[in-house]
């Protein structure tokens, strides 16, 4: 019941407000001929909305431009009931030219492939039922009917299918622009979970070595008891350690195995350009950026192509994420720059980036890298953050790219990261 109430009520509409475009009319050059409107909204309405009430809706639609146009005309002669039964009967004939467009174009649908063909087929109905309609007039009304008459709506129907045929063009484009730039923010969202995940692959794999070094501790712990052969308690208990540790490090390298198959599945020979990196960069830190009123400055540099650009999104995203937090003025600036330089007969990729934030102790230098060292303590409620950021950076810039990454750092004045990578690496 709810759901025929609906299909009735969009008919209505879609009538009712094809009614109304067909009030809209454009002069053309031929006298007396203007291109009305009312057609054309029903027919885009029918392709975009794939209607299956075409013929009720064309009826409604014709019965409502007949009555609109007879009162507008029952008002412009003064608003006697003579004139209003005159219009009725003066535009009737347009009712059956809405319900013979319909019939044409349901009799031509299932060759209506594309837009264009649609072009095609839509000039034949608007001719075909525009005769129609002139057959009714020169029948019941008894309206004489010239050869310049159908030549002036051959012209028409011409026009008027032109018209459906650029809007639905314009239509179908915007729609692929708005799904371009959809594709783009969730591929954007993918590359940024990627890095991410890709990140703490790395910690994961570090921490599997840790596991192993711990592991090959209490074993030997365990057969150092066992020789001695008087302490069967800690024997027991120190074997117990050992296989519990062992057991942590089975789960942990099947969790790291499951998400490297998974990124390794996803981004399996991707190759990317650097300024796609870098544009990637700006868009993802903007709203971060612009809340905090800090500008984010991009040197590109030379372009080249990678297949390790999630290893930089990686990098870049947190080497800026903690310059956003070193600045803790409302505005401040971060210089991201990119160059080439030979070195020890090699080249290397050169990238740098800068802020002009309150700079790190010289204390804290030594130790910036270390997993689990961080600066940035709330006080009121006592969290800190892990402070994993810049270790994993260390751990993808030397480990995972045979690079190198330093800092300086001046109090007051800002920090500046400064990393090297072979060329032949990055660009393998």
């Known amino acids: 019941m709810e759901e025929t109430l609906k299909r009735k009520g969009k008919i209505i509409f879609i009538a009712a407000l094809s009614a109304l475009f067909s009030q809209v009319y454009m002069g053309i050059f031929i006298e007396n001929f203007n291109v009305s409107f009312g057609i054309v909204a029903l027919i885009i309405f029918f392709y975009e909305g794939d209607m299956e009430d075409k013929l009720k809706t064309s009826v409604l639609c014709g019965i409502f431009v007949c009555v609109l146009r007879a009162f507008t005309y029952f008002l412009n002669c003064g608003g006697e009931l003579y004139y209003l039964n005159k219009?009725?009967?003066n535009y009737f004939p347009e009712t059956i030219f809405y319900i013979s467009y319909i019939l044409f174009y349901t009799l031509f649908n299932k060759r209506i492939k594309n837009i264009n063909r649609l072009f095609f087929y839509t000039i034949l109905c608007d001719f075909f039922a525009n005769i129609v309609e002139m057959a009714v007039r020169s029948y019941l009304l008894k309206e004489v009917i010239g050869i310049n008459v159908y030549i002036g709506l051959s012209i028409v129907a011409v026009i008027r299918s032109f018209f459906i045929w650029i809007i639905l063009n314009l239509m179908d484009r915007y729609s692929v622009k708005l799904l371009k730039k959809e594709h783009?923010?969730?591929y954007m969202n993918l590359l940024m979970a990627t890095s991410r995940m890709k990140s703490e692959i790395y910690l994961m794999e570090k921490t599997m070595d840790n596991v192993e070094v711990v592991m090959s501790k209490s074993y030997k712990l365990y057969n150092e008891i066992k020789s001695f052969n008087?302490?069967?308690?800690w024997e027991e208990a120190a074997g117990g350690i050992a296989k519990d540790i062992h057991e942590v490090k089975k789960e942990i390298a099947l969790i790291a195995r499951g998400v490297i198959e998974i990124t390794d599945d996803r981004v399996k020979h991707s190759i990317m350009e650097y300024y796609d990196v870098v544009d990637l960069i700006n868009e993802m830190m903007t709203p971060v950026l612009k809340d905090k009123n800090i500008k984010l400055h991009i040197d590109k540099g030379q372009n080249f192509k990678t297949i390790h650009h999630y290893y930089l999104i990686s990098v870049f995203r947190?080497?800026?994420?903690?310059a956003i937090d070193a600045i803790e003025k409302d505005d401040g600036n971060i210089y991201l720059s990119h160059d080439l330089v030979n070195?020890?007969?090699?080249?290397?990729?050169?990238?740098?980036?800068?802020?002009?934030?309150?700079?790190i102790d010289k204390e804290d230098i030594n130790y910036i890298f270390n997993p689990g060292f961080s600066t940035k303590i709330n006080f009121e409620t006592g969290s800190i953050n892990r402070g994993l950021g810049l270790s994993i950076v260390k751990e993808i810039?030397?480990?995972?790219l045979k690079g190198t990454v330093g800092i300086a750092s001046k109090k007051g004045e800002g920090t500046e990261f400064t990393i090297l990578i072979p060329k032949g690496i990055l660009e393998e």
């Open 87 to 89: 219009g009725l009967i």
């Open 184 to 186: 783009r923010a969730r």
């Open 230 to 233: 008087k302490y069967p308690h």
């Open 318 to 322: 947190n080497i800026i994420n903690n």
């Open 343 to 359: 070195k020890e007969k090699d080249e290397y990729h050169v990238f740098s980036i800068r802020d002009d934030g309150q700079g």
């Open 397 to 400: 810039i030397e480990v995972r």
